[in-house]
């Protein structure tokens, strides 16, 4: 691709052109006939008149392929302990769950919440949505409030709710949810993690596993490219929370892109995933190394991960600053050991900031590897300032989030919506069109999508985050905006 000025001057200067290519990675059943549709700003669409489905891309395709026999997901343990899924069974697993809720009458369009812990079947539950050509809808905050559940039920009305019973997530901020909202799901498939007492109360509630012992396969249905394929809901300063809508070929299309000519990890090689990651970043690591072909590696919050990193070769590894500081704080035990082989990783990620001086310090005394900041909010599904260091990018200060990624057309603008010279401060804002991928709407409030975002500042998209750029295009992030 080419060093990053050029690629990121690109994917500015022409978008169509440099998406347009980008499409061909991906498997469509009616390919697009536009790559950017600019017929009604400031509702931009990508890949219009195409038709696809994005877990046939993730699973089916690379199983067609003759890659079936790869690692697709691999669940490690707190005692370095893992549970591998190929691709082939990845796929057997998740069209099983789809069939589960085709049963319960789940369709192409209908939502279903998804609010469960981070493992193999919050991936299996979010992909079999995607196979249906239904919408997940999620929480960006892990355990949010039953108010909070009860609101993202209201605004989306799911036909299915999947949760889990135990320690840690689930049953009881649902089941308190389910009572508060106004609609009524149908049904709620509620997986029983180990411990639980809590019992399935038939007929709306359906136990995780007896209806997988009986359900049949579910086929993948094609749906619009501009079809949405999840709703993170998100907190937002101003108001209740907001639904941020994000589609199935622009998803698709940009995530596939992203990871392996941003971070370099491209199909048969493997990512790591802390289970820390915001929940509003997940499906972006789920869904990337996916559509590229790669193997993702969960990893366990609160635990060094470096020969789970070993064991599984991992090339990039996403974990968040407060993980890096308690490693750090931990002295010699949070360092690698002197046996583990760590040649193949090449940086570790934190979709959270900037991981600043003393931790970029510390991994690259202990580890020999950089650690990467990026800037990422719910609303745009990737980060929209990172190292990518696939780009052979120029070099980043501690304290920054990185640069621009390809696709978003930073600026920094003043209060009166005037851009600020390099290193002023302002409100960081994207030049439409957005790249693909990011939020089209929010759910069913376009109203509120244009006075948060278009309105107060034509022609861009505002983040609400308050930072500065250098000369150089290097962002930092310093706070929020009051809007």
């Not at 993170?232 to 300063?237: H, S, T």
């Not at 193949?344 to 005394?365: F, S, V, Y």
């Amino acid at each position: 691709m080419g060093a990053y000025p050029t690629v990121y001057r690109r994917s500015i200067s022409d978008p169509a052109r440099f998406w347009g290519p980008a499409a061909r990675d991906v498997r469509w059943s009616v390919p697009p006939d536009r790559v950017l549709d600019d017929g009604a700003p400031p509702f931009y669409r990508w890949f219009t008149g195409g038709e696809l489905n994005t877990c046939d891309n993730a699973l089916d395709r690379h199983v067609e392929q003759g890659r079936g026999d790869l690692p697709a997901l691999v669940v490690a343990g707190p005692g370095g302990d893992a549970r591998s899924y190929t691709y082939a069974e990845l796929t057997a697993l998740t069209a099983r769950f789809a069939g589960v809720l085709a049963e319960l009458g789940v369709e192409a369009g209908n939502r279903v919440l998804v609010h469960l812990p981070p493992g193999a079947r919050a991936v299996v539950a979010m992909l079999a949505c995607a196979r249906l050509g239904a919408v997940h809808v999620i929480p960006a905050d892990a355990d949010p409030e039953p108010e909070e559940l009860a609101a993202m039920i209201d605004a989306t009305g799911p036909k299915v709710v999947v949760t889990a019973a135990g320690a840690g997530t689930g049953k009881p901020a649902m089941a308190t949810a389910l009572r508060l909202a106004t609609h009524r799901a149908a049904h709620c498939v509620l997986w029983r993690r180990p411990g639980a007492g809590a019992e399935p109360a038939p007929p709306r509630d359906v136990d995780w596993d007896e209806a997988m012992a009986s359900a049949g396969p579910a086929r993948c249905v094609p749906v619009a490219a501009t079809d949405p394929l999840q709703i993170v809901f998100a907190p937002d300063r101003t108001g209740p929370l907001k639904g941020v809508v994000r589609d199935n070929g622009g998803s698709a299309v940009a995530l596939r892109w992203s990871l392996e000519n941003l971070y370099g990890v491209g199909p048969g090689e493997a990512v790591g995933v802390s289970t820390a990651v915001p929940p509003a970043a997940l499906p972006g690591a789920v869904y990337a190394p996916l559509l590229t072909g790669s193997t993702i590696v969960l990893c366990p919050a609160g635990f060094a991960p470096w020969r789970t990193i070993a064991r599984h070769r991992v090339k990039a590894m996403l974990i968040t600053r407060a993980e890096l500081a308690a490693l750090r704080a931990a002295g010699p035990d949070g360092e690698p050991p002197a046996d583990c082989d760590l040649t193949p990783l090449q940086a570790l990620h934190l979709p959270d900031g900037a991981p600043g001086g003393e931790i970029a310090r510390w991994t690259a005394r202990a580890l020999g590897r950089p650690a990467a900041g990026a800037w990422q909010e719910p609303e745009y599904g990737r980060p929209l300032a990172c190292a990518p260091h696939a780009l052979e990018p120029p070099p980043v200060p501690a304290d920054s989030v990185g640069l621009p990624a390809p696709g978003f057309d930073l600026r920094v603008l003043d209060p009166a919506g005037e851009p600020v010279p390099p290193g002023g401060q302002g409100e960081l804002a994207v030049r439409l069109p957005l790249p693909p991928g990011t939020l089209s709407s929010l759910w069913r409030e376009d109203d509120r999508f244009m006075e948060r975002y278009l309105s107060r500042c034509p022609g861009h998209c505002l983040t609400g985050v308050i930072g500065r750029m250098d000369e150089r295009g290097r962002v930092w992030v310093t706070g929020r905006s009051g809007g």
